[in-house]
């Protein structure tokens, strides 16, 4: 095989320097690809390994009007970081309630990246979520502006075993991490939760020195967490800002986030010597919380913004606004706790519009509850499986499919190609240095034959019915 120079510096700049280069190609195999996918018809079995895979071959056809046209040329996103979920407490203590046998066997099958599923950067709460078994901090002694009694033992017993388990299957596991409400000791409230529509008390207390103690609450947490072995990649100033629940929440404006992050978190982190990115968020459509943040002058103190919750064109007017900011997916849609199939059909079109609207990953919500599929506060979500604490059974839910067939194609380092489609279909395309991999899928009840323009020529593929596929092509 020849070599030319320019291939010859990029296997210099990726073998010395760590620097990921995709090369421009001119001679991917469109004429054949491997077919990886999921099938999401009713009464499918989801199980640990949904994936099947089988070699087709594409047909040349003639110039059509509706086929999915993938630029490869136009560059989304230069650098993915893939997809991932949820740790919470109610998960940890359902994967705890198994055998050592059987969390290593799961371990291995959500975050294995060449056996299972490679989720690759995931998420957790500063805290109580509203799927911790209750609400709780780590600073729950009152007025305790220096830390004294901070403390992260609860999440020694659920939380924090199972982060490790998974970073055992992938060491180069990501995290990220918000609060969902400050101590209750910082806000009008007195409360956690219990906000109930109430924006005047479910607030963080307008105080210098509870933004100082706030500060450092977030320092100790990425101190304490790294101590117990886990790395605490960002951290997000405050889960959906424009929320007042009955569970854990707390209502922050743009205002004074943006105060926090540049006149307290942030000297805080360089004090202490903290290499934790600091993300604005997470932010959702209703406000325009995003948008307003992005006008302040504590907007260049941030590395991005996380989103949650959004429409597509929230997406857009950020990224034709600030053509630079770094945007991610922070959670994605829960649902009722139905964990139907039609349920799990509708994820890849919500995955499609982050990633083609210019995120660098896709998160989805509670990788695991228990049986009851129930917080603490009866509110039922969905869930990529479902641990039951009782019989010590593991059940794949149907959105686990289609999240695993993503996460195993979409990796660290991937661009995402942009991508035109005809109405109401969706479809991603990401490649590297090796491959191009575009997902779509059929919802019909027969097989589709689907048609694709890739590098300026068409070709048409036969998709399985009621399916999320990736064409994976080779150069």
């Not at 099958?109 to 799927?131: E, H």
């Not at 989805?364 to 969905?382: D, F, G, I, P, R």
């Not at 991999?437 to 300026?456: A, I, P, S």
């Amino acid at each position: 095989m020849k070599i030319n120079k320019i291939q010859l510096l990029a296997i210099f700049l990726t073998s010395f320097l760590g620097v990921q280069v995709v090369l421009a190609q001119t001679s991917w195999k469109f004429k054949k690809a491997k077919l990886s996918y999921v099938d999401l018809s009713d009464g499918a079995q989801i199980t640990a390994q949904p994936i099947k895979t089988e070699n087709v071959k594409l047909k040349k056809i003639k110039n059509v009007d509706a086929a999915i046209t993938i630029n490869l040329k136009s560059v989304v996103n230069a650098n993915l970081s893939g997809v991932g979920g949820a740790f919470n407490e109610q998960g940890g203590e359902a994967f705890m309630a198994l055998s050592e046998a059987d969390r290593n066997a799961f371990t291995t099958t959500l975050f294995n990246p060449k056996n299972g599923a490679g989720l690759t950067f995931c998420r957790t709460a500063i805290g109580s979520s509203d799927f911790g078994l209750s609400a709780y901090s780590y600073s729950e002694v009152a007025d305790d502006f220096e830390m004294k009694h901070f403390s992260i033992e609860r999440d020694t017993k659920t939380v924090i075993p199972f982060i490790l388990a998974a970073k055992v299957e992938n060491p180069d596991l990501k995290m990220f991490a918000s609060p969902w409400s400050p101590p209750a000791w910082m806000k009008v409230s007195g409360k956690m939760d219990g906000g109930k529509g109430n924006d005047s008390i479910n607030v963080l207390k307008v105080n210098p020195a509870i933004y100082k103690a706030y500060a450092l609450y977030f320092s100790k947490y990425i101190q304490e967490y790294a101590k117990q072995g886990v790395v605490i990649n960002r951290v997000h100033i405050q889960n959906e800002t424009d929320m007042n629940p009955p569970y854990p929440g707390c209502d922050m404006s743009p205002k004074q986030m943006a105060e926090l992050v540049s006149k307290y978190i942030l000297p805080q982190f360089q004090k202490d010597g903290i290499k934790t990115e600091i993300w604005a968020g997470t932010f959702r459509g209703k406000r325009s919380d995003a948008q307003n943040f992005m006008k302040l002058e504590g907007a260049k103190d941030v590395v991005g913004v996380g989103l949650q919750y959004c429409k597509p064109e929230v997406l857009k007017e950020l990224r034709t606004n600030y053509p630079n900011l770094n945007m991610m997916h922070t959670e994605g849609a829960c649902f009722n706790g139905k964990n139907s199939m039609d349920q799990a059909r509708k994820r890849f079109s919500e995955m499609a519009d982050w990633f083609n609207g210019g995120s660098e990953n896709y998160c989805y919500w509670n990788m695991v509850l228990n049986e009851t599929s129930s917080s603490a506060w009866n509110w039922k979500q969905n869930s990529l499986v479902t641990i039951d604490r009782n019989t010590k059974s593991i059940t794949y839910n149907p959105d686990y499919a289609p999240v695993a067939l993503l996460g195993q194609y979409i990796r660290p380092g991937d661009q995402s190609m942009k991508v035109d489609t005809p109405e109401g279909i969706f479809a991603i395309a990401v490649r590297n240095s090796d491959r191009l991999v575009v997902f779509v899928e059929n919802k019909e009840t027969l097989v589709k034959k689907q048609q694709l323009k890739l590098d300026g020529k068409f070709y048409t593929a036969e998709i399985p019915a009621q399916s999320v596929c990736a064409l994976v092509f080779e150069k």
